[in-house]
């Protein structure tokens, strides 16, 4: 049965969260990136705990970072993926809510192409629920791993300047980006073609820059977004090519700018579209950090979620090596 | 001679006689016999106390989905008809974008039959402007009339043809008959599942901006004005829209408008937390926008209040937001919400309100009722004002229960619907 610690029950979003609740994540997975470098990496921490992944739509990365991060944990996981219609997705979600509560699992993970999928799922079940990335609402973990990563590298979130660049309007790595960093005292923009930009995001409390040229003198940090094939396709930039031309992160672009930028993206990477190589490979690159982070940032929700204690983690996970 | 019914003591509200007043109604073979402060009974005469109630035509829905043939697990013609006389209504009109849809003069008459067969609120068939709904080219809208239509619209869909709207407006004026459109241009909104704005940027979920209903809007007014035609604008939803109709009134343009319960009362907030009760097309939109068509009803811009009642099946709106359909039910809501939300907050008095709700429905379709007068047909809904209730959708006699509206504490109970002088529902 699921227990409620430090973020309540669930992790839908990290807009319902305080900055303290992020912030005893961002504190809690200090610690757990330490298991990672062991040669051992496991510590008993959700030891007789069962997860459920529950993908919905097709990942890689978020669903091996969780696996990992359950496994390191000690937790049992059950890995489930569906594709289908949306309809069919929708009764699915009711009658896969029911069986997991029937199997009496203690968390479940649930990426899903509908917005709101996640939240769905935790109003109807009493385990824990993660949210791994619902529609274009929000991918709580991904923020967060955002936030760990800026935090590492620059000392401090509060006072920054992030810009998000790319496809807004689709997004769910850009909401959770804005509510979790507006929280940590960022000050945060978005940049992007005009028509993945919804004139809204404006009354959020960020900026807009419709040119990236103009984004890049005013940053600090540039978390670059996936630009997806199918938003071609659908009409809403000409091509790939103009893409990269005119809003793609190239070095000499960065050459322009008054300071060194971080340079971050959620992956997979469309090299030579959304980003160019030298820029991805380059010294201002934290995208595999990001990567490492995720595994630490998932463990630490993991355990509060659990019902961990932040100041308790430490002790939760051990000394050294087992 | 027949048995005689005295409606005896209520306040009559009568706006086709400018009327508001403690008569006595006496019927007599379905018809309206007599309305004066004071009748005799005589022995054969049915006396119902009426005293401290309101006595009004019968209430006219001239917006809802009856789901048969096709969908009779969300409705059926006589489920919805029973849901309509609980709610006071003693006429509906039943929209064609069944399955199969109603375009041909048999499924004209396999709706009248099945209306009548269920023997509550007059259900009155509305066709097809589009063979199949399709939107290509007309359906058999003069055969359709002949057996029994009384308007023509592709509801459910907008007539995206602007070529085939104008056709269907200049068509329809052979029979006397409205053309209802549910305006929106697809172009705009397809991909949409709620108001587009700051409520769909949080919630990630692709909007429908106002543009897409207003543009149809104009389109429409434009087209009636150009083959005078009478269009029946539904569901009006956008603060534009409203204006765009205020104007083309004033220039003599044949247009008459409705508004819901739901787009009076309710913002885009509400579908906040995903809440699939409160999705629905057009969409909840904003306050400024409410305000708009509050305004509109009020000053006759908007003709009709209708409850663009859409039934679905509990399991179809247990969903994520974007896989669940449009829709909420609303006739045994509607005058509840009304008297609560829109008379008591100042919008329409009560004679303002059976207007709304009775006579400019019946002029708008051309039906009878939407009167009292003597010699009219005896369609009556008679409500206690003061009765205080909590909308619980269990106990809705329509075979769905999607309403937003669960919970709320409305005031005004139907006691009695009357439809050609026989009581069909007491509550």
Not at chain 1, 182 to 208: D, N, Q, Y
């Given at each position: 049965m699921s227990q409620t610690g430090a973020l309540g029950k669930d992790l839908v979003g990290l807009e319902s969260l305080s900055r303290e609740q992020i912030v005893a994540i961002l504190d809690t997975a200090e610690p757990f990136k330490e298991i990672s470098e062991?040669?051992?990496?496991?510590?008993?921490?959700?030891?007789?705990k069962t997860i459920v992944n529950l993908f919905f739509e097709a990942s890689t990365r978020t669903r091996v970072s969780f696996e990992f991060a359950e496994k390191r944990l000690s937790a049992d996981t059950v890995n489930i993926s569906s594709t289908g219609s949306s309809v069919a997705k929708g009764e699915t979600l009711v009658d896969t809510a029911r069986n997991l509560e029937a199997m009496r699992i203690d968390m479940v993970v649930i990426r899903h192409g509908s917005s709101g999928a996640a939240g769905f799922l935790a109003d109807r079940i009493p385990s824990n629920v993660v949210n791994a990335g619902d529609g274009a609402h929000e991918h709580p973990t991904q923020g967060l791993l955002d936030m760990l990563t800026i935090r590492d590298r620059m000392g401090r979130i509060g006072g920054l300047k992030v810009c998000i660049v790319g496809d807004i309007l689709h997004s769910r790595v850009a909401r959770s980006n804005i509510y979790g960093l507006l929280k940590l005292g960022a000050e945060v923009a978005v940049c992007g073609p005009p028509t993945l930009l919804?004139?809204?995001?404006?009354?959020?409390g960020v900026r807009v820059f419709p040119r990236v040229e103009e984004a890049i003198q005013w940053a600090d940090v540039l978390n670059v977004l996936r630009l997806q094939l199918e938003r071609m396709e659908a009409g809403y930039v000409p091509s790939l090519r103009e893409y990269n031309r005119i809003w793609g992160i190239s070095s000499e672009r960065l050459e322009k700018a008054p300071r060194d930028l971080l340079i971050l993206h959620p992956g997979p990477m469309n090299r030579g579209v959304e980003i160019d190589s030298d820029v991805a490979d380059g010294p201002h690159s934290v995208i595999l950090n990001q990567v490492t982070n995720g595994v630490a940032v998932r463990m630490a929700v993991l355990y509060l979620l659990s019902g961990g204690q932040p100041e308790k983690a430490e002790a939760a996970k051990g000394g050294g090596e087992a | 001679m027949s048995a005689r019914t005295l409606l005896r003591g209520g306040r009559v509200v009568d706006p086709s006689q400018k009327l508001d007043g403690v008569r006595d109604l006496m019927l007599a073979d379905g018809m309206v016999a007599a309305l004066a402060p004071e009748l005799e009974a005589g022995p054969d005469t049915r006396v119902i106390e009426c005293g401290g109630l309101v006595v009004t035509p019968g209430l006219i829905d001239a917006h809802v989905h009856l789901r048969e043939p096709g969908d009779e697990h969300k409705e059926t013609i006589a489920s919805g008809a029973r849901a309509a006389v609980a709610g006071g209504f003693t006429s509906v009109l039943a929209m064609p974008n069944t399955n199969p849809p109603i375009d041909d003069p048999a499924t004209v008459g396999f709706v009248l039959a099945e209306g009548r067969r269920a023997g509550a609120a007059r259900v009155y068939p509305v066709g097809c402007i589009s063979a199949g709904r399709a939107g290509e080219r007309l359906a058999l809208v003069g055969e359709m009339v002949e057996a029994g239509a009384v308007a023509i619209t592709d509801d459910g869909s907008p007539v995206m043809d602007s070529g085939l709207m104008r056709l269907a407006l200049l068509y329809a004026q052979a029979f006397g008959i409205p053309v209802a459109d549910h305006p929106e241009d697809l172009t705009l909104s397809a991909r949409g599942h709620m108001n587009a704005g700051l409520v769909a940027t949080r919630l990630g979920l692709p909007g429908k901006p106002n543009a897409a209903e207003d543009a149809h809007i104009v389109r429409d007014l434009l087209l009636a004005e150009l083959t005078g035609g009478h269009i029946h604008l539904q569901h009006v939803s956008t603060a534009f829209g409203v204006e765009m109709i205020r104007q083309a009134k004033s220039r003599g343009v044949r247009v008459s408008a409705e508004a819901t319960p739901h787009h009076l009362i309710l913002t885009?907030?509400?579908?906040?937390?995903?809440?699939?009760?409160?999705?629905?097309?057009?969409p909840l939109r904003t306050r400024a926008d409410v305000d708009a068509v509050r305004s509109g009803l009020g000053d006759g811009t908007l003709d009709t209040i209708a409850t663009d009642h859409a039934p679905h099946h509990y399991d179809e709106k247990e969903a994520a937001f974007t896989d669940a359909p449009n829709g909420i039910v609303g006739l045994e809501t509607a005058l509840g919400l009304v008297l609560t939300h829109v008379v008591d907050e100042g919008i329409l008095d009560l004679t303002a309100m059976v207007e709304r709700m009775s006579c400019q429905p019946a002029k708008v379709f051309r039906l009878p009722g939407g009167t009292l007068a003597p010699g009219s047909v005896a369609d009556i809904t008679v409500f206690d004002p003061d009765a205080r209730w909590v909308v619980d959708p269990k106990a809705f006699r329509s075979r769905s229960r999607n309403s937003p509206f669960a919970g709320w504490e409305l005031r005004g109970q139907v006691r009695r619907t009357i439809v050609g002088g026989r009581t069909v529902f007491e509550g």
């Amino acid at each position: 049965m699921s227990q409620t610690g430090a973020l309540g029950k669930d992790l839908v979003g990290l807009e319902s969260l305080s900055r303290e609740q992020i912030v005893a994540i961002l504190d809690t997975a200090e610690p757990f990136k330490e298991i990672s470098e062991r040669r051992i990496k496991k510590v008993p921490v959700l030891r007789g705990k069962t997860i459920v992944n529950l993908f919905f739509e097709a990942s890689t990365r978020t669903r091996v970072s969780f696996e990992f991060a359950e496994k390191r944990l000690s937790a049992d996981t059950v890995n489930i993926s569906s594709t289908g219609s949306s309809v069919a997705k929708g009764e699915t979600l009711v009658d896969t809510a029911r069986n997991l509560e029937a199997m009496r699992i203690d968390m479940v993970v649930i990426r899903h192409g509908s917005s709101g999928a996640a939240g769905f799922l935790a109003d109807r079940i009493p385990s824990n629920v993660v949210n791994a990335g619902d529609g274009a609402h929000e991918h709580p973990t991904q923020g967060l791993l955002d936030m760990l990563t800026i935090r590492d590298r620059m000392g401090r979130i509060g006072g920054l300047k992030v810009c998000i660049v790319g496809d807004i309007l689709h997004s769910r790595v850009a909401r959770s980006n804005i509510y979790g960093l507006l929280k940590l005292g960022a000050e945060v923009a978005v940049c992007g073609p005009p028509t993945l930009l919804p004139r809204s995001f404006g009354e959020l409390g960020v900026r807009v820059f419709p040119r990236v040229e103009e984004a890049i003198q005013w940053a600090d940090v540039l978390n670059v977004l996936r630009l997806q094939l199918e938003r071609m396709e659908a009409g809403y930039v000409p091509s790939l090519r103009e893409y990269n031309r005119i809003w793609g992160i190239s070095s000499e672009r960065l050459e322009k700018a008054p300071r060194d930028l971080l340079i971050l993206h959620p992956g997979p990477m469309n090299r030579g579209v959304e980003i160019d190589s030298d820029v991805a490979d380059g010294p201002h690159s934290v995208i595999l950090n990001q990567v490492t982070n995720g595994v630490a940032v998932r463990m630490a929700v993991l355990y509060l979620l659990s019902g961990g204690q932040p100041e308790k983690a430490e002790a939760a996970k051990g000394g050294g090596e087992a | 001679m027949s048995a005689r019914t005295l409606l005896r003591g209520g306040r009559v509200v009568d706006p086709s006689q400018k009327l508001d007043g403690v008569r006595d109604l006496m019927l007599a073979d379905g018809m309206v016999a007599a309305l004066a402060p004071e009748l005799e009974a005589g022995p054969d005469t049915r006396v119902i106390e009426c005293g401290g109630l309101v006595v009004t035509p019968g209430l006219i829905d001239a917006h809802v989905h009856l789901r048969e043939p096709g969908d009779e697990h969300k409705e059926t013609i006589a489920s919805g008809a029973r849901a309509a006389v609980a709610g006071g209504f003693t006429s509906v009109l039943a929209m064609p974008n069944t399955n199969p849809p109603i375009d041909d003069p048999a499924t004209v008459g396999f709706v009248l039959a099945e209306g009548r067969r269920a023997g509550a609120a007059r259900v009155y068939p509305v066709g097809c402007i589009s063979a199949g709904r399709a939107g290509e080219r007309l359906a058999l809208v003069g055969e359709m009339v002949e057996a029994g239509a009384v308007a023509i619209t592709d509801d459910g869909s907008p007539v995206m043809d602007s070529g085939l709207m104008r056709l269907a407006l200049l068509y329809a004026q052979a029979f006397g008959i409205p053309v209802a459109d549910h305006p929106e241009d697809l172009t705009l909104s397809a991909r949409g599942h709620m108001n587009a704005g700051l409520v769909a940027t949080r919630l990630g979920l692709p909007g429908k901006p106002n543009a897409a209903e207003d543009a149809h809007i104009v389109r429409d007014l434009l087209l009636a004005e150009l083959t005078g035609g009478h269009i029946h604008l539904q569901h009006v939803s956008t603060a534009f829209g409203v204006e765009m109709i205020r104007q083309a009134k004033s220039r003599g343009v044949r247009v008459s408008a409705e508004a819901t319960p739901h787009h009076l009362i309710l913002t885009d907030e509400a579908v906040e937390g995903y809440r699939t009760e409160a999705k629905m097309n057009p969409p909840l939109r904003t306050r400024a926008d409410v305000d708009a068509v509050r305004s509109g009803l009020g000053d006759g811009t908007l003709d009709t209040i209708a409850t663009d009642h859409a039934p679905h099946h509990y399991d179809e709106k247990e969903a994520a937001f974007t896989d669940a359909p449009n829709g909420i039910v609303g006739l045994e809501t509607a005058l509840g919400l009304v008297l609560t939300h829109v008379v008591d907050e100042g919008i329409l008095d009560l004679t303002a309100m059976v207007e709304r709700m009775s006579c400019q429905p019946a002029k708008v379709f051309r039906l009878p009722g939407g009167t009292l007068a003597p010699g009219s047909v005896a369609d009556i809904t008679v409500f206690d004002p003061d009765a205080r209730w909590v909308v619980d959708p269990k106990a809705f006699r329509s075979r769905s229960r999607n309403s937003p509206f669960a919970g709320w504490e409305l005031r005004g109970q139907v006691r009695r619907t009357i439809v050609g002088g026989r009581t069909v529902f007491e509550g």
